[in-house]
């Protein structure tokens, strides 16, 4: 596209779209330079208006100015980042390199600027309705722990600090990228012939997709997880392994042990400019937890009945693997072979073995799981739209209403490639608001995105359980996207605290598992016949099979991102690999099992700043999540429509419009109990 033809559909100029969708097709690099430039001037003329206003300053020409100011920002970054996430290349990657700095040096100009913090301390609280005065409290505190109320250097070194830690992250998951990218496993004809034939399509399409003959293991989770599970060769799971657990600790240019140690040094500095002892201390403040004794507490009462559910399971399947003759040198249970006879005991003693459960997993049906329990539960209606102008083929969109009424427009971009991020995650393109007379009540655009592996035709990708999970869990975030009903749009939907954020989302994973989705919705991808009620039964009594795994490897990831960020300083040559190695064997994990995320690709920690020192907000929210379905089990019916209906109006619609402990409150009524969590994973008779 020209730069003409790009200048005429700017990116930071409202999107007159259908939907008012961004304009992807005009997303040049020159247009993202050019909409950047004009965005961040626009925005700089807009603080500068309300901060030297002559008026003395109110919530409407200070806080609502602010809360309509940087619309163009938000704009371009939505085009940019959503590209950079799920459709990156060369250009969009030198352009996040060249972006990074800048955004870090204006959101300083804008968050540090004191004349702009005493304005907004000087608005007036009387009158203020009850969202009002919480949108009010929320600015204040950002301007607070931004630094605008430091002394002078003390404000020019905060902001070198985030200039630089901005550098950092973007480099630190690009690397990833590059490492996940770079690598694959060429499979032959032997390779194939244990393999189940859901493996082998989506091997043939990840050669396909690279322009490969044949069939490629690669290092997407989707790819690389079923391989180790299913896989009979102990060398090439080793080998995948291996590449696996190694990325971002490579050697050389895309290594990102330098990167971690620099971060942390960093956040420390940060968090002591502020008058916090760890970054621990200073990211928990806000958050349910609020102190980091309190995170601690939860992991480690987690982790005993855990690690010995898990080394119970380890003395199982190394007996397994001795009796086949494989376990290895001094029968020792490898890393890479806890998923293959995990796999193997799963299927013999609970006769259930993922391939023959996933071909009643087809995606489509998993989609229309999805919203088939969003109209039970809040009577939503989905409708494709074709033709609209997405982020990449192979994204699809959905038209939300409820009653004849638009409610929401939902985009689902599923399928692992090269130039996507790995992961899965929800994002608002445009979030819910009605508070702008001149705009009227703006419908969200949510946006989810997965990594699945893609079959060879539309009804042909099969997804595990866990995988099925996982579609449902970001459709719980949707959800949240989708039904909020607040004035401002910096309260809506997912804006809430991390530790709280995960509650909707993991809550929506228990509807999967519930007989009567499954009787409907898991049929057989080529005979339309129902997933076998026996075998529905099986895999149900096995959903708590390796609960000791999964729940180890994840503490791991939670504890080694906990105590990274409660050290008070760190040495130059600081090893973050030395540092979660010794942790995790003071702790006793299990000699097979690692942590779920190791530091060098820990992209929710040391990407951006969203989930440092709050990976543990996971299993904080899964204790809320257990108890919050049992409300709905309390009435007999999952689905009732009266706990629903205050599901919806306590925390769904409420985005950040109050507490997340009131909120909680006001849907519950009493504080959650951690031990629904340890009932829920199976651990409560684990000690």
Not at 124 to 144: D, H, K, V
Request: net charge negative; charged share 25%.
């Amino acid at each position: 596209m020209t730069q003409t033809a790009a200048t005429e559909t700017a990116l930071d100029a409202p999107w007159t779209g259908a939907w008012g969708l961004p304009p992807f097709a005009a997303a040049t690099p020159e247009a993202i330079r050019a909409g950047f430039d004009r965005a961040l001037a626009a925005n700089l003329a807009e603080i500068a208006a309300i901060r030297d206003a002559d008026a003395a300053p109110t919530f409407a020409n200070t806080v609502e100015a602010l809360e309509a100011a940087g619309r163009a920002i938000g704009r371009v970054a939505t085009v940019f980042y959503t590209l950079a996430s799920t459709n990156s290349d060369d250009a969009i990657r030198g352009i996040e390199r060249e972006m990074a700095p800048r955004l870090a040096r204006h959101s300083a100009a804008v968050w540090m600027d004191p004349a702009l913090a005493a304005r907004v301390d000087a608005v007036p609280t009387e009158g203020l309705s009850p969202e009002e005065a919480r949108l009010l409290e929320q600015l204040l505190r950002a301007f607070e722990r931004s630094g605008a109320r430091l002394a002078p250097e003390g404000r020019a070194r905060m902001a070198e600090i985030m200039e630089a830690l901005s550098n950092l992250s973007t480099a630190f998951s690009q690397n990833v990228l590059a490492d996940e990218s770079g690598w694959t496993l060429p499979l032959d004809e032997g390779d194939l012939a244990d393999l189940p034939e859901s493996l082998v399509a989506s091997a043939a399409r990840a050669a396909a997709d690279r322009g490969a003959e044949g069939h490629l293991v690669t290092l997407a989770r989707s790819s690389v997880e079923p391989f180790l599970r299913l896989c009979p060769r102990r060398d090439l799971r080793e080998k995948a392994w291996r590449a696996w657990t190694a990325r971002g600790a490579n050697g050389g240019d895309t290594d990102n042990r330098a990167l971690i140690a620099r971060i942390v040094a960093l956040r420390i500095e940060r968090a002591n400019l502020l008058g916090h002892a760890t970054f621990a201390d200073f990211k928990l403040a806000p958050e349910m937890a609020k102190t980091p004794d309190a995170v601690r507490d939860l992991l480690l009462r987690v982790w005993t009945p855990a690690r010995a559910k898990a080394e119970a399971e380890a003395a199982r399947l190394l007996a397994e693997a001795t009796a086949a003759g494989e376990a290895g040198a001094n029968d020792v249970l490898e890393p890479w072979d806890w998923r293959y006879w995990a796999e193997k005991v799963r299927a013999r003693d609970h006769a259930v073995s993922d391939a023959e459960l996933k071909p009643y997993f087809p995606l489509e049906n998993m989609i229309e799981a999805a919203f088939d329990c969003a109209h039970r539960l809040f009577g939503l209606e989905f409708r494709e739209v074709e033709g609209l102008d997405l982020h990449h083929p192979d994204a699809r969109a959905w038209e939300v209403t409820r009653g004849g009424a638009p409610v929401a427009l939902f985009i689902g971009d599923y399928f692992a490639r090269a130039s996507k991020r790995s992961g899965a995650w929800m994002s608002q393109m445009i979030s819910q608001e009605d508070f702008d007379p001149a705009v009227g009540a703006v419908r969200p655009v949510i946006l989810n995105v997965m990594n699945f592996a893609q079959g060879a035709g539309r009804g042909d990708t099969l997804l595990s359980f866990d995988d099925a999970a996982t579609l449902f869990h970001e459709f719980g975030h949707a959800l949240h996207g989708m039904l909020s009903k607040v004035r401002y749009p910096s309260l809506a939907g997912t804006s809430v605290a991390r530790d709280f954020v995960e509650l909707p989302s993991q809550l929506y994973e228990h509807w999967l598992e519930a007989p009567e989705v499954l009787g409907k919705h898991a049929r057989h991808y080529q005979t339309g016949a129902p997933i076998p009620a026996a075998l529905m039964e099986k895999m149900l009594a096995a959903r708590n099979f390796g609960q000791g795994f999964s729940t180890a490897e994840y503490i791991g990831s939670a504890l080694t991102d906990h105590e990274l960020h409660r050290l008070t300083e760190t040495a130059a040559d600081f090893d973050a690999v030395a540092f979660e190695a010794a942790l995790l064997a003071r702790i006793g994990m299990p000699h097979a099992i690692r942590a779920r995320h190791s530091a060098p690709h820990f992209l929710h920690v040391f990407s951006g700043d969203g989930y440092s020192a709050g990976y543990y907000s996971y299993m904080w929210s899964e204790v809320m999540d257990a108890d919050a379905f049992a409300a709905f089990e309390e009435t007999g019916d999952v689905f009732d429509p009266g706990v629903a209906a205050r599901l919806e109006e306590t925390i769904l619609s409420a985005g950040g419009r109050e507490d997340a402990m009131e909120a909680w409150l006001g849907f519950r009524g009493r504080a959650p109990d951690p031990q629904a969590l340890l009932k829920g994973r199976g651990l409560d008779a684990a000690v």
